[in-house]
């Protein structure tokens, strides 16, 4: 069974701080995709890694995959309160056509 | 920019009765997705559908779940004789290609009593 772990579990920071998230497993997968949650609705893609040692900005946020393909990170530049959600990273084992998502890392970015 | 949409937003059932969800996937894509969601967990992998046909189940994927595409653009997960445990969020989704993104509606929260 592949697993993807997260941490931080949560994170409360104040706007202006970087903060960076992690996703690892044990498990190799063809790509990698990072995406943001809202309570009561489906997760919003945010982008998705390909190729081992990507790196990927978008606008303040970088994601990187790691040279093996079993860990992501997302880092977020001068965080703003408009940052707050439930960040989920999703691994493709590529033979299969199923996601299997990580645990959720819970951002609060306050004032 | 297209999306994938779910109805309805929010199903209340009664335990052993069958429910329907439906969802229209964006049009020119190829795979169908669903997943689910326990208040709290992680979103669980259900099953994926191509060319009219199952391509993948997860185990929780049993004989109470089927899936159809009765048309060119619903894509529906049927649950016979719900059960309490069945209590979930449920998101459909769909991608271009296998391997490609995959995008998802906002759910249905599925509440059984």
């Known amino acids: 069974t592949q697993l993807l772990e997260q941490s931080p579990q949560f994170l409360s920071i104040q706007e202006g701080e970087n903060l960076t998230v992690y996703c690892n497993s044990s498990?190799?997968?063809?790509?990698l995709q990072w995406y943001r949650q809202e309570p009561g609705e489906g997760p919003v893609l945010l982008v998705t890694?390909?190729?081992?040692?990507e790196v990927k900005k978008l606008k303040r946020l970088t994601f990187q995959f790691g040279d093996a393909r079993k860990d992501s990170s997302l880092h977020i530049t001068a965080a703003q309160p408009g940052d707050t959600g439930l960040y989920l990273c999703a691994g493709d084992a590529g033979t299969a056509s199923k996601l299997t998502f990580g645990t959720g890392t819970r951002l609060q970015v306050t004032l | 920019e297209p999306e994938v949409t779910q109805t309805p937003s929010h199903q209340v059932t009664q335990m052993g009765q069958e429910v329907i969800l439906r969802c229209v996937p964006i049009?020119?894509?190829?795979?169908f997705y669903w997943y689910r969601q326990i208040l709290g967990q992680k979103v669980e992998f259900l099953v994926s559908f191509y060319n009219n046909e199952i391509s993948e189940k997860s185990e929780i994927f049993d004989d109470q779940f089927s899936v159809e595409r009765p048309d060119g653009s619903n894509f529906t997960l049927k649950i016979r004789s719900t059960k309490l445990e069945d209590s979930a969020m449920y998101f459909c989704a769909s991608s271009q290609g296998l391997g490609q993104p995959q995008h998802f509606g906002d759910g249905t929260r599925l509440s059984i009593l």
């Open positions: 498990s190799v997968f063809s790509s």
């Open positions: 890694v390909v190729t081992g040692g």
């Open positions: 049009s020119n894509h190829l795979y």
